[in-house]
């Protein structure tokens, strides 16, 4: 028999880079998590694709969901390192929630303290989102942007409800963009966030098997 602390369902988490699928599966020090790190490929297309697929047959077709891997952070402030919880993941007029942000948030600054945790919508985009565009994205609502979470969790719902959750860690923001000296310092601490943040992703899934009020 199974342990009976450990959730019923599986836990899928989505990425797009094989580095980002490194930092994950780097975090997670425990056997037997049941936690099982999908690279998607780049862009909504590619995600939506694999998540479809993957969601569509077994052991996944009940199982949570978590998109995870780099963002653009769109506000004020951000810096790279920081994390961004997504409430809510938009692209294309479809709109997904997330699933107990609030304990997320908790669990994300347990596993990653000293960092700063951001929460608020998340927008999908095509492309990497530079000056105008990303100021455009900020008064249209969102806090953060990148070219997969929005689309693996819409396509993780499509196939049938389950929780869903989207945790991303801010690679460039608005005064340290892509382009800019300073980025491959700002992807070492990001790499390093992503890193240490699956204890996170266990703690929320481990929370699906308490009661709902």
């Known amino acids: 028999?199974?342990?009976?602390?450990?959730?019923?369902?599986?836990?899928?988490?989505?990425?797009?880079?094989?580095?980002?699928?490194?930092?994950?599966?780097?975090?997670?020090r425990r056997r037997g998590s049941g936690a099982t790190v999908l690279r998607t490929g780049m862009g909504p297309a590619n995600a939506g694709r694999a998540v479809r697929a993957a969601c569509g047959t077994e052991p996944f077709r009940e199982a949570a969901v978590v998109a995870s891997g780099f963002c653009a952070g769109l506000a004020p402030g951000m810096h790279p390192g920081?994390?961004?919880?997504?409430?809510?993941?938009?692209?294309?007029?479809?709109?997904?929630?997330?699933?107990?942000?609030?304990?997320?948030?908790?669990?994300?600054?347990?596993?990653?303290?000293?960092?700063?945790?951001?929460r608020g919508p998340l927008t999908g985009v095509d492309h990497v989102v530079r000056g105008h565009e990303r100021a455009e994205l900020l008064a249209a609502g969102a806090i953060a942007?990148?070219?997969?979470?929005?689309?693996?969790?819409?396509?993780?719902?499509?196939?049938?409800?389950?929780?869903?959750?989207?945790?991303?860690?801010?690679?460039?923001?608005?005064?340290?963009?892509?382009?800019?000296?300073?980025?491959?310092?700002?992807?070492?601490?990001a790499f390093r966030v992503l890193r240490s943040v699956m204890p996170a992703f266990l703690e929320w899934h481990r929370s699906l098997l308490l009661p709902r009020r």
């Open 1 to 28: 028999m199974g342990d009976p602390q450990e959730p019923a369902v599986p836990l899928l988490i989505a990425c797009a880079l094989g580095i980002e699928k490194f930092a994950l599966r780097a975090g997670d």
């Open 82 to 118: 920081d994390l961004v919880v997504v409430e809510e993941a938009r692209l294309g007029g479809v709109s997904t929630s997330c699933t107990d942000t609030d304990l997320l948030v908790k669990a994300v600054a347990r596993a990653v303290p000293g960092h700063t945790v951001h």
């Open 145 to 189: 942007a990148d070219m997969e979470s929005a689309a693996t969790l819409n396509s993780a719902m499509e196939t049938g409800p389950r929780p869903v959750a989207a945790v991303r860690v801010v690679v460039d923001a608005p005064e340290h963009e892509l382009v800019r000296i300073g980025t491959l310092r700002g992807g070492i601490s």
